[in-house]
Structures are given as structure tokens and as C-alpha cells.
């Protein structure tokens, strides 16, 4: 099978005042389509900065990395954020909704960048509020929705665009126990359509549900397990 | 992203936060009334003195017995010699010249008018039919002097306005006989304007013919000679002509002073000129006060939204669309608190003119260019460069901005 993600030697480096700090050291990783993995490590392991760095929100100093058998990283800033439009989609643990837009303004967003006509626009936003069980609030704005629900509707808005790959970033860091599980659900229901998922968590019990352990420590790959 | 998605996309941002955009509007709207309220003063103020000069008719020029000093000195006049008198001659010569267009002799006095008992003292000026359209005079009733011989002492009069009112009060006053010192005079119109002229408040005014004038007061010259000339341009000739004529007339002295409007109008240029300079100081002030508020509002407003710019870029966006979108926001509010600022800048100055109708306060058009112009150039560049700045960041440290 093709990896739909390769990386190969990716370093990044911030610079702290006079000091170089390695995020990211010498990561060689493959991942292919469909698969569900978790990455896991203390605070400060490089595991945001991987997750950004495949997103394309973040350049890595060095290394090569390819999405979809393309090489990404060297592409235009346009280029990238297109590839960011089409294949990406993101899940935050703040959610990362516009407070003014309502549900399906939010979901709709990405639809809007892409130029996407309004008609078909519509139809498709109704699909993933349907798909994502949030169809009777989209006339809501964030700040009338729970929190799960929030994240419901970013995981619409990551979805809406029929990307390859979800990134989620601690989705259920900013829930409760229930409406976290809920999430982890939601989001495995979409891997188990083929679209595949990245999940950075610490907390470990949500990490064992993926088939595909990463476990980072000092921006390098210390573990690398499957189910 | 289509352009129209952008500006919806804009368009409801705007709307998205309403108390934001609000204050925005209000800090542009202000801004930009403030200019124009302020420089209408000014130009108000300015189009006040021109229009009270004006009213004196810039054509004019006033012929006195005399030789001034401050004309100039020349050696073959002056030096003790006693000017002659102006008479009614040397007023009906001067119309012979063709850069003249009218003229009104003056002869001024006071005397006693009475009418049923009541009496008061009051300036007497004896002139012409021509004064009317000299002075740019309106009547209130009846007619002006009638067109007749300069020789010819006719007994009417017009009165002006105090002059009626104390009189007659209630009464009829055109038709009645009034009398001034010894002689009878039927009085034939009632001026409406007010103002002064040659020193004399026109309402405190009862003019005759001047011929009637000469007999009254006992004499055979003029106080004074207006003379309107044919154009503003032909002002200097006509001043030309009016000395020549005198000085034929008066065996080669040159024992005249001619005052044009435009030697009075040149001192009051400078006066002018330091207006406008203070209107210009005005506008410059206040445009750059309206420039900061705008760019503090905007920088505030796009400085706050570092998160939103970085999730368009997660979505997909590219830094050009971002400032697109920003671009548009900020033209969309600059547009409207600048025309708002408008509105109320009309407004403002609309009322100062409703209260102080003397003054006119009309907003000049390059302050309008300039407010309109600086609310859209600042409101834009200082939503730009912030937003430029933020797009420029990584998605990542734009995002982590809660």
C-alpha cells in the first residue's frame, strides 16, 4: 500500500533566544491511507509540532515530505494552502469557531475558500450536519452550543471538503468524560470510512483506541506500535 | 473564493460584530464630521468678510474733494492750495466717460424731520435714482427716487426703516407729507435693507434728490461722487478716466481722491489670507486627528483578530486572499463612516447656518474630498498592515492567540 503521508528526515528547530531548540529531530515516519493513529507524549516531545508540520501550518527546517505520493513541502504558499483546503481538515481543542457565524456558516467556510457554489454549497453542508447528528442546531451560534457540540460542528467543518486526512489536535481536551468519548466516536466513524486519522492526545486511554501507537519524547519517535 | 463571497464574507464580519463596528463607524464618522463642521466654520467665516465687501459692489469707486497724502505726492498739487468743491457738473461730466456705467452724487446733513408733531433728527443724504443700484439697496414699499435733471429739487423722499417706525409707527407712512427743516417732502418709498454706507446706518436714513439736498443744506457742492464702473476689470480705467475728467474740469489740478473697492478689497486680501491660512490649519488638524482615531480603532480591531486569520489559513486560504478579505471589510466601513461622517458633517453645518444665518457655513468641496479621502486611505492601510502582519505569521503561533 502507498503511504498517503511520508516523511523523511524532517528537522525543526526553533530558535529561543540564543539557544536552538530541536522540536523535531531527524523524524523519518510513513502512514498510510486509512490508518488510525495516535500520538502520544509528555508536553514539549514535538507531538504539536508534528501534527502541524503534516497539517502544512508549519515548514520544517529540513527533510522532505510528501502527501499523497507529492512533494508538499517545498510547494508555494498558495499552493499549500490549497492542498490545506482540499485534503486537510483540522480538529482543534479550542474548537476555533467564528462566535459571529452560526453552525452551518462555520461548516460551510471551507466551501466558501474553495469557491465553491453557494447551491451546491447548501446541500452539501445539510450532508455532514446530518452525517454529524447536528442538523436541529445549525442555526445556532457557537456560544449557544455545548461544548460537544462545538466540536461536532468543527469535525463538520473538517470534514466538509472530503479531505484524506483529519488532524485532530486533543479533541476532547476541553470536554467532559461523556461528550469526549462521543467525539472519539464521531471521529473513528469517519476513519472507518477510509479517510485517515491523526489524533494527538496524552491521555492514554484514548490513545490505546487507535490502531497505531506513536509515542514521542525530545522531537524524536520513541515508540512506533501496532495493534 | 469568488469576489462576492468575499464581500459577503466581509459583509458579515461587519455584522458579526455589531458593538465593534459600531464604534468604528462612530470613530470614522466623527473623524470626518469634524472636518467638516470645523472647515465650514472657517470657510463661513471667510465667505463673511468677502460677501460683506462684496456688498459695498466691487465696481465701485468713491470720488472725495481733496487731494489725499496717502495717494502719493506730486509736486504740481497740494502745496496750500484749497480743492475745489465737487459740483453736480463735474458728476453729470463723469458720465460722459464710457468706462463709467452709472453714477450717484452724495450730499450729506442732519436735520429735523416731523411729521403730525413728532419730530426726530436724521441723516439726510440727497442723491440720484442710481443710488438704489449703486449700493445694491432693496425697497420695502413704494418706489426709489425717480429718474430726473441732477438740477431738478423734486419734494419726495424715501425713508428707512427706523425712520418709519419711529415717525408712523402704525401709521401709513407712504404718501405723507414729511417735513424736513423748512420744506415739505412727499415720501414715495421705504428701503428694506439694513447695513451702513458711507458711515450712515441706511435704516437712520432719509434720502431726497440731491438737488433738494444742495437747497436744504445751503450749498453747491458734493460730499461725495459714486461712481460704478462698466466691470470689475475696467475699474482701473475708470479711475483713470474719473482723475482726467476732474482735472480738466478743475484747470489741471488734480485736487481728487479717488477710492476704488480694489485698494480696499487688496488690505482686506490679506485678511483673507490669513483665514484661509487658519481654515487650512483647521483642516489639517482635525484631519490628522480623525487619521489617528481611525488608525488606533483599526489597529485594535485587526490586532484582535489574529485567531480568526490564522483558522481562515488552516481552512485553506492564502495570504492574498486574507488581505483581500480585510481589504474589503475595511473599504466597506471606511465607505460608510465616511459618508455617515458626511451626513452629520452636513448636518452640523446646516444647523450653524440655521443659527447664524449671516454666517455661511458651507462645507468646501476639497474638505470633503480630503475628510472622505483620509477616513478611506487611513481606515484601509491600518487594517492592511495589520492584517498583512498576522497573515504573514504561522498559522500556528496565530491560532495558539486565544
Given amino acids: 500500500m502507498v503511504d498517503i503521508i511520508q516523511l523523511s528526515h524532517i528537522q525543526r528547530d526553533f530558535e529561543v533566544g540564543d539557544q536552538t531548540v530541536h522540536a523535531l529531530n531527524d523524524v523519518c515516519l510513513g502512514i498510510s491511507s486509512g490508518e488510525y493513529i495516535s500520538v502520544m507524549g509528555p508536553s514539549g516531545s514535538g507531538k504539536s509540532t508534528l501534527l502541524n508540520l503534516i497539517g502544512l501550518l508549519d515548514r520544517p527546517t529540513s527533510g522532505d515530505y510528501f502527501l499523497n505520493g507529492k512533494r508538499v513541502s517545498t510547494l508555494s504558499e498558495r499552493e499549500q494552502a490549497r492542498v490545506r483546503n482540499r485534503s486537510i481538515g483540522f480538529v482543534f481543542q479550542t474548537f476555533h469557531l467564528l462566535a459571529r457565524l452560526t453552525a452551518f456558516d462555520n461548516i460551510e467556510l471551507p466551501l ?51 479531505p484524506s486526512v483529519i488532524l485532530a489536535d486533543e479533541p476532547t481536551g476541553n470536554l467532559d468524560r461523556r461528550s469526549g468519548l462521543d467525539i472519539v466516536t464521531l471521529l473513528e466513524s469517519l476513519n472507518t470510512k477510509g479517510i485517515t486519522l491523526i489524533l494527538v492526545t496524552h491521555d492514554t486511554e484514548l490513545g490505546k483506541r487507535a490502531r497505531r501507537h506513536i509515542v514521542m519524547v525530545d522531537g524524536g519517535i520513541k515508540l512506533d506500535t501496532r495493534k | 473564493m469568488s469576489y462576492g463571497s468575499t464581500f459577503m464574507f466581509a459583509y458579515r464580519a461587519l455584522l458579526g460584530f455589531r458593538t465593534r463596528t459600531a464604534f468604528m463607524l462612530l470613530a470614522m464618522a466623527i473623524g470626518v464630521a469634524a472636518v467638516m463642521v470645523l472647515t465650514s466654520l472657517g470657510e463661513g467665516a471667510r465667505r463673511y468678510v468677502i460677501g460683506e465687501f462684496a456688498s459695498l459692489g466691487t465696481n465701485l469707486l468713491i470720488v472725495l474733494p481733496g487731494r489725499s497724502e496717502t495717494a502719493g505726492f506730486s509736486p504740481t498739487s497740494g502745496l496750500g492750495t484749497i480743492p475745489r468743491d465737487l459740483t453736480l457738473e463735474d458728476a453729470e461730466a463723469l458720465l460722459r466717460n464710457r ?27 440727497g442723491s440720484n435714482a442710481d443710488l438704489l443700484e449703486v449700493r445694491h439697496w432693496e425697497m420695502a414699499s413704494g418706489r426709489f427716487l425717480p429718474r430726473m435733471e441732477l438740477t431738478q429739487a423734486t419734494p419726495v423722499c424715501v425713508i428707512g426703516q427706523n425712520i418709519r417706525r419711529e415717525l408712523f409707527r402704525a401709521n401709513k407712512a407712504l404718501g405723507e407729507w414729511l417735513r424736513l ?38 450749498t453747491p457742492s458734493l460730499f461725495r461722487i459714486l461712481v460704478e464702473a462698466r466691470s470689475r476689470a475696467t475699474v ?102 465616511a459618508l455617515i461622517g458626511l451626513a452629520i458633517g452636513q448636518l452640523g453645518s446646516w444647523l450653524i447656518r440655521a443659527r447664524f444665518p449671516d454666517l455661511p457655513a458651507y462645507i468646501p468641496y476639497w474638505a470633503v474630498l480630503g475628510a472622505m479621502g483620509i477616513a478611506v486611505l487611513t481606515g484601509v492601510l491600518f487594517s492592511i498592515l495589520p ?11 496565530a491560532l495558539s492567540r486565544r
Avoid at chain 2, 456705467?101 to 424731520?113: C, K, L, Q, S, W
Avoid at chain 2, 475728467?245 to 479717488?258: A, C, F, L, S
Avoid at chain 2, 492584517?387 to 503561533?397: E, L, R, S, Y
Fill in chain 1, 112 to 162: 466558501v475558500l474553495a469557491g465553491v457554489r453557494p447551491v451546491e454549497r447548501k446541500s452539501r453542508v445539510r450532508e455532514v450536519l446530518q452525517a454529524t447528528n447536528m442538523s436541529e442546531r445549525a442555526c445556532h451560534k457557537p456560544q449557544q452550543l455545548s461544548g460537544g457540540e462545538r466540536q461536532r460542528v468543527a469535525i463538520a467543518r473538517a470534514t466538509i471538503m472530503q
Fill in chain 2, 99 to 125: 468706462s463709467v456705467r452709472r453714477i450717484a452724487p452724495i450730499n450729506v446733513g442732519t436735520t429735523a424731520a416731523k411729521w403730525q408733531g413728532k419730530e426726530r433728527e436724521a441723516t439726510v443724504i
Fill in chain 2, 236 to 337: 482701473q480705467t475708470a479711475k483713470r478716466d474719473v482723475i482726467d475728467t476732474i482735472k480738466r474740469r478743475h484747470q489741471g489740478e488734480e485736487d481728487v481722491t479717488v477710492i476704488t473697492q480694489d485698494s480696499i478689497l487688496k488690505t482686506f486680501d490679506r485678511i483673507l489670507r490669513a483665514l484661509t491660512l487658519a481654515l487650512a490649519g483647521i483642516a489639517a488638524v482635525s484631519l490628522a486627528v480623525a487619521g489617528i482615531l481611525i488608525m488606533n480603532v483599526m489597529l485594535v480591531a485587526v490586532s484582535q483578530r489574529t485567531a480568526e486569520i490564522g483558522l481562515l489559513k488552516a481552512l485553506g486560504a492564502a495570504r492574498r486572499r486574507i488581505l483581500l478579505v480585510f481589504l474589503t471589510e475595511a473599504s466597506i466601513l471606511s465607505l460608510m463612516g
Fill in chain 2, 181 to 218: 427743516g423748512e420744506r415739505r417732502f412727499r415720501i414715495i418709498g421705504v428701503i428694506a435693507s439694513e447695513g451702513r454706507s458711507i458711515g450712515v446706518d441706511v435704516q437712520e436714513t432719509i434720502i431726497i434728490p440731491v438737488a433738494s439736498a444742495q437747497a436744504l443744506f445751503n
Fill in chain 2, 387 to 397: 492584517a498583512n502582519k498576522a497573515a504573514g505569521k504561522d498559522p500556528v503561533q
